[in-house]
């Protein structure tokens, strides 16, 4: 089992609906992190939350870190075919040295025109 | 500015040959590491270098992989003696001396055949 765990590994939509990705741990980590990835490319960061109950926004796309910083989720209104890619989390737990990252497994989102 | 450079892009081997993979940094980037990526997964730490300090090489899978970073900046990950599970994508990733976000090369397609 993984660290951090996402759910679904897999989502497909039409253009214009909701959708949520979750990343649970049953570890505490001190910044939890959110990355796209396209095929061929490198995990881009979208967003850092550090603070147990954050709240961050970017345009269409809404991450909550969880009050004990265990899990988070992203939540995109509106998904547009712009917005498939690998969704992944990654967290830096208690004490990591350097900032080591922890990766969930992914979530591979597919908006369909 | 210039982002996280890796070469080659793409590299095909035969198993029990050694390959060496190449990072640059972004520039003024304190912090590199490496992370090995298997077909549509989630991102596994390998070794993670910070200044002068010594690495850590926690992640590395066998005595086969080694890595350096010479003058603080360009590192190189060596396998020795591939293997055909060493198949992966290898990704290279900087960070500054302060914050947790990590900036990701495009990577490096290994094969060994």
């Known amino acids: 089992t993984q660290l951090l765990e996402q759910s679904p590994q897999f989502l497909s939509i039409q253009e214009g609906e909701n959708l949520t990705v979750y990343c649970n741990s049953s570890?505490?980590?001190?910044?939890l992190q959110w990355y796209r990835q396209e095929p061929g490319e490198g995990p881009v960061l979208l967003v850092t939350?550090?603070?147990?109950?954050e709240v961050k926004k970017l345009k269409r796309l809404t991450f909550q870190f969880g009050d004990a910083r265990k899990d988070s989720s992203l939540h995109i209104t509106a998904a547009q075919p712009g917005d498939t890619g690998l969704y992944l989390c990654?967290?830096?737990?208690?004490?990591?040295?350097?900032?080591?990252?922890?990766f969930g497994g992914g979530t591979r989102v597919l908006v369909k025109p | 500015g210039a982002g996280v450079s890796q070469s080659p892009s793409n590299k095909v081997t035969e198993k029990g040959k050694d390959v060496e993979l190449r990072c640059d940094p972004i520039?003024?980037?304190?912090?590199l590491y490496w992370y090995r990526q298997s077909l549509g997964q989630g991102l596994e730490f390998l070794i993670y270098?910070?200044?002068?300090?010594?690495?850590?090489k926690s992640g590395l899978p066998s005595d086969r992989f080694s890595a350096e970073r010479t003058g603080g900046s360009v590192s190189t990950l060596t396998i020795q003696r591939t293997q055909q599970e060493d198949s992966a994508v290898y990704l290279c990733?900087?960070?500054?001396?302060?914050?947790?976000?990590?900036?990701f090369g495009p990577g490096t397609r290994l094969t060994v055949t």
């Open positions: 990733a900087s960070s500054p001396a302060r914050g947790y976000e990590q900036y």
């Open positions: 570890s505490v980590f001190s910044s």
């Open positions: 939350v550090v603070t147990g109950g």
């Open positions: 990654a967290g830096t737990m208690i004490k990591a040295a350097g900032n080591k990252l922890t």
């Open positions: 520039s003024g980037h304190t912090a």
């Open positions: 270098f910070q200044g002068n300090s010594a690495p850590d």
